[in-house]
């Protein structure tokens, strides 16, 4: 039993025990939501033409994954290599997995199989589009949405995906969803039961729960989206056309593949009409 603590501790009275001051309680549920918000503004302002759920789960992933580093640091330190703390470092692992997995297949599957919008972003926002990039495979292959989230109606945000595109990032959410998820929830919980919430580790772990659980009902309705509306996701609104990423862009111009409309002249002897290509005239 205490009856005094040292610095950085206060003394519990009810149960006499020195509990963590917590100086800077969830930081990361705290930005979360202001990005949530953010995206709700972004989605009024442009009367639906930025696209909500893509945006979200962009926005959401930096401050879950965050939360999900610092509470694997913040365990391990507080406990050891505990039941919690394992599971937590499992969890951890299986996301990163999860993300090297998604770069491979972007790179060689989403790149090469992608609309002409999203190619269009390598050229018209390269630095832009590379930099968010980076961050994807860094950090979260969920940030990844952020170049098809139409965000505030920006150009660089203004990539498409086909139903390709859609179903295997489909599956990646589903993989977090049904692994990485409940692995990391229940180290949480397990926490929570048994250390209690006053320390910057228990914040955090209510912070793990709740960012995470968010992020999984907004990959659940992208699955949903994708099973029962034919495709996954949004179609691109413009076919595709051939086109090579390589340092430099080649593709087809608008003009090439515009028809050309037909001139006729009228041969009034037999009534019928002589067409002629327009070039000929």
């Known amino acids: 039993m205490c009856t005094s603590c040292v610095d950085g501790y206060f003394l519990f009275s009810n149960e006499f025990k020195c509990q963590e001051i917590i100086f800077w309680p969830f930081p990361f549920l705290c930005s979360g939501t202001l990005l949530l918000i953010i995206a709700i503004i972004s989605e009024c302002c442009t009367k639906g033409k930025s696209h909500f759920k893509e945006t979200a789960i962009a926005f959401v992933a930096l401050p879950e994954i965050g939360a999900w580093i610092c509470y694997v640091i913040f365990i391990c330190y507080r406990m050891g290599l505990n039941n919690s703390a394992a599971l937590a470092v499992v969890g951890l692992l299986t996301h990163v997995i999860l993300t090297l997995a998604f770069m491979l297949v972007h790179i060689k599957v989403t790149m090469n199989n992608c609309p002409y919008e999203y190619k269009m972003l390598m050229v018209d926002h390269r630095c832009s589009t590379i930099a ?9 292959f969920k940030f990844s949405m952020i170049l098809i989230s139409h965000f505030c109606n920006l150009k660089k945000y203004s990539g498409e995906y086909n139903a390709m595109n859609y179903r295997n990032f489909g599956r990646f959410g589903l993989a977090f969803i049904f692994v990485s998820f409940p692995i990391m929830i229940a180290s949480a919980i397990h926490f929570l039961w048994y ?6 580790a228990g914040h955090v772990s209510i912070e793990v729960i709740i960012l995470s659980t968010i992020m999984a009902i907004l990959l659940l309705l992208d699955a949903f989206a994708g099973c029962y509306c034919g495709c996954c996701g949004r179609r691109s609104k413009v076919p595709s056309k051939k086109f090579e990423v390589n340092g430099e862009a080649e593709y087809e111009s608008d003009d090439d593949t515009k028809k050309k409309k037909p001139h006729y002249t ?13 070039d000929n005239q």
């Open 132 to 140: 968010h990039r980076v961050i994807t495979y860094i950090f979260s």
């Open 195 to 200: 250390d209690g919430f006053w320390s910057y």
């Open 266 to 278: 009228r041969d009034y002897e037999d009534d019928s009409r002589i067409y002629m290509d327009q």
